[in-house]
């Protein structure tokens, strides 16, 4: 069965620190991987996408990383905020997405 | 602006009562989707649709239905069948014909809950 695991389910940081968020899969035979932000009652917003042939990506403060053999993916957050406060889901095309169930970040001040 | 709608915001069921879900894109997108969130779970997918007039069951469909009459419109209905229904339902759209290999766009949700 095609699983995307999450852990932690909610992690708390000082601001200032880097946080690391960790994403697991059991089949390695994926399209891409994609790291979303999902805000308090709202939607889902797309964060990077790692397609299979890549090895990482990268956007301002954020850089995602994909090791298919190991079935895991990394998403570094470097110097936190507290507005980067939410929930973060990895989610992994295997034909269609599958969602983890996220890890809820906090960040305090 | 280009995006993706949701309405209502919240959504209140009677028992026994069909309501309908509302998804509106303008983005032009051929791909859309209806998914189920309950809180400490990961999203599940209802059903989507990569083309006018054509969808597919999902991982949950029981108790739902859809109808793809236009390419910007891809309403969820909530049928009296379905046992459970007060969940976080989001709506997302994608480019291509290859369904769920280009990013998805999503809405901003609707919550439903039962009376």
């Known amino acids: 069965k095609q699983e995307v695991t999450q852990i932690p389910a909610a992690l708390s940081v000082p601001e200032g620190e880097n946080l690391v968020l960790n994403c697991s899969f059991t089949d390695s035979a994926i399209y891409n991987l994609q790291w979303f932000r999902q805000d308090p009652g709202k939607g889902l917003t797309s964060l990077l996408l790692?397609?299979?042939?890549?090895r990482e990506q990268t956007s301002g403060r954020l850089n995602a990383s994909l090791d298919k053999s190991s079935g895991r993916s990394t998403l570094y957050i470097a110097a936190s905020q507290p507005g980067d406060s939410a929930t973060y889901l990895c989610?992994?095309?295997?034909?269609?997405?599958?969602f983890g169930a996220g890890t809820q970040v906090v960040v305090t001040p | 602006d280009g995006g993706i709608t949701q309405s209502p915001k919240y959504l209140f069921r009677k028992e026994g009562q069909n309501v309908t879900l509302s998804c509106e894109q303008n983005l032009n997108h051929d791909a859309m989707y209806w998914y189920r969130q309950d809180p400490g779970q990961g999203l599940r997918l209802i059903y989507y649709s990569q083309i006018v007039n054509d969808f597919q069951k999902g991982d949950i469909a029981e108790g739902y239905s859809v109808s793809r009459e236009k390419k910007e419109s891809f309403p969820l209905t909530v049928t009296s069948a379905q046992k459970n229904p007060t969940a976080f339902y989001l709506c997302?759209?994608?480019?291509?014909?290859?369904?769920?290999?280009?990013?998805?766009?999503f809405g901003p949700g609707t919550r439903l809950l039962v009376l």
């Open positions: 997302a759209s994608s480019m291509g014909l290859a369904g769920g290999m280009e990013t998805q766009y």
């Open positions: 790692i397609q299979s042939s890549q």
């Open positions: 989610a992994v095309t295997w034909g269609k997405l599958q």
